[in-house]
C-alpha cells in the first residue's frame, strides 16, 4: 500500500496511534458536523454523514459523543467550516494532497506552508500535483475481515473498481459514485468497515529513498498533527528496507 497506508503503518509500529485518539476525536467530530449540516441529519438518508459516522464507530468514539457532533450543525452556534484543499511537494520530489475542514482560512494556509517549509517541502498551486492522481472511493478493511480472495470476490461483486491487500489490511477502491453503494454491498459479506471516504489515488508512485523518508514523514505528521487537517494523501513507496529502519 502507498501514501497514506504505509505512514498509517508505521505510525502505528511507532505507538504514536493512541496518543492521537483525542485529535482523531476532534477531527471525526468536525466531519460529522460538516455532513450533518450539509444535508439531513440522519445517517441513513446522508451518505456522507453515513461515511462519517462509521469512521467514527471504526475509532471507538462513544456513540454520544457522535450524536452530539451531529446535534451540533442545527444548533444555533455551529461553526462554520470551510473545505480547502492544498497540494504541494514534499522530500524526494513526493506530491501530497491536503485536505482540511477550517474556520479560518488564513489561519489554516499558514499552518500548512510552514509545515511544507519547514520539512523539506514547498506548497503548490492549486492543481500543481492532483493531475498525478485520480479521486476515487475508498473503503478499508482490517486483515481480520478476510483473506485477500474473500475480500476480492465480496469487492468485485459489490462493484468496486480494484482491490489492494497487505497484512495491515485491505484498501478496496470505486468510482467516485459508487462508493456508498459497494459499502452497503460489502457489509453483508464482510461487516462493517473500518473507514469509507473519498480519495486521492496516485496514478505513478515515487519510490523513496532513506535519506527522504524520514523527513517525509515527519512533514506528513506535522500536517496530520494540525487540528484544521483532516487527511494528507501522498504518491510515495517505501521498500521493506527502508520501513525497517524507520519502524
Not at 167 to 174: L, R, S, V
Not at 214 to 222: A, G, I, P, R, S
Given at each position: 500500500?502507498?501514501?497514506?497506508?504505509?505512514?498509517?503503518?508505521?505510525?502505528y509500529?511507532?505507538g504514536?496511534?493512541?496518543?492521537?485518539r483525542?485529535?482523531?476525536?476532534?477531527?471525526?467530530?468536525?466531519?460529522?458536523?460538516?455532513?450533518a449540516?450539509?444535508?439531513v441529519?440522519?445517517p441513513?438518508?446522508?451518505?456522507?454523514?453515513?461515511?462519517?459516522?462509521?469512521?467514527?464507530?471504526a475509532?471507538?468514539m462513544?456513540?454520544?459523543?457522535?450524536q452530539?457532533?451531529?446535534?451540533?450543525?442545527?444548533?444555533?452556534d455551529?461553526?462554520?467550516?470551510?473545505e480547502?484543499?492544498?497540494?504541494?511537494?514534499?522530500?524526494?520530489?513526493?506530491?501530497l494532497?491536503?485536505?482540511?475542514?477550517?474556520?479560518?482560512r488564513?489561519?489554516?494556509?499558514?499552518?500548512?506552508?510552514?509545515a511544507?517549509?519547514?520539512n523539506g517541502g514547498?506548497?503548490?498551486a492549486?492543481?500543481?500535483?492532483?493531475?498525478?492522481?485520480a479521486?476515487?472511493g475508498l473503503i478499508?478493511?482490517?486483515a481480520?475481515?478476510?483473506?485477500?480472495?474473500?475480500?476480492?470476490?465480496?469487492?468485485?461483486?459489490?462493484?468496486?473498481?480494484?482491490?489492494?491487500?497487505d497484512?495491515?489490511?485491505?484498501?478496496?477502491?470505486?468510482a467516485?459514485?459508487?462508493?456508498?453503494?459497494?459499502?452497503?454491498?460489502?457489509?453483508g459479506?464482510?461487516?462493517?468497515?473500518?473507514?469509507?471516504?473519498?480519495?486521492?489515488?496516485?496514478?505513478?508512485?515515487?519510490?523513496?529513498?532513506?535519506?527522504?523518508a524520514?523527513?517525509?514523514?515527519?512533514?506528513?505528521?506535522?500536517l496530520e498533527?494540525?487540528?484544521?487537517?483532516?487527511?494528507?494523501?501522498?504518491?510515495?513507496?517505501?521498500?521493506?528496507?527502508?520501513?525497517?529502519?524507520?519502524?
Open positions: 500500500m502507498a501514501g497514506h497506508s504505509k505512514y498509517k503503518n508505521i505510525m509500529r511507532k504514536a496511534q493512541d496518543k492521537k483525542s485529535a482523531m476525536f476532534s477531527k471525526l467530530s468536525r466531519e460529522i458536523t460538516v455532513a449540516k450539509m444535508g441529519p440522519d441513513d438518508m446522508n451518505a456522507r454523514l453515513r461515511a462519517a459516522v462509521n469512521a467514527a464507530k475509532q471507538s462513544p456513540k454520544d459523543n457522535i452530539r457532533s451531529i446535534d451540533k450543525a442545527s444548533g444555533a455551529a461553526e462554520n467550516y470551510e480547502i484543499r492544498y497540494e504541494g511537494f514534499g522530500p524526494g520530489g513526493v506530491s494532497v491536503v485536505e482540511a475542514l477550517t474556520d479560518n488564513n489561519r489554516t494556509a499558514t499552518n500548512v506552508r510552514t511544507f517549509s519547514k514547498n506548497l503548490g492549486s492543481g500543481s500535483v492532483t493531475h498525478g492522481f479521486r476515487l478499508e478493511y482490517p481480520g475481515a478476510g483473506d485477500a480472495d474473500k475480500v476480492f470476490e465480496a469487492a468485485i461483486e459489490g462493484g468496486a473498481e480494484d482491490v489492494e491487500s497484512e495491515a489490511g485491505h484498501e478496496i477502491w470505486t467516485v459514485d459508487d462508493l456508498h453503494g459497494v459499502a452497503r454491498a460489502l457489509e459479506a464482510l461487516g462493517e468497515a473500518e473507514s469509507v471516504k473519498l480519495a486521492w489515488r496516485p496514478t505513478i508512485s515515487v519510490d523513496v529513498a532513506e535519506g527522504d524520514e523527513q517525509l514523514l515527519k512533514l506528513v505528521d506535522t498533527e494540525d487540528d484544521d487537517v483532516q487527511s494528507v494523501w501522498g504518491n510515495y513507496e517505501m521498500s521493506d528496507a527502508v520501513l525497517e529502519k524507520l519502524g
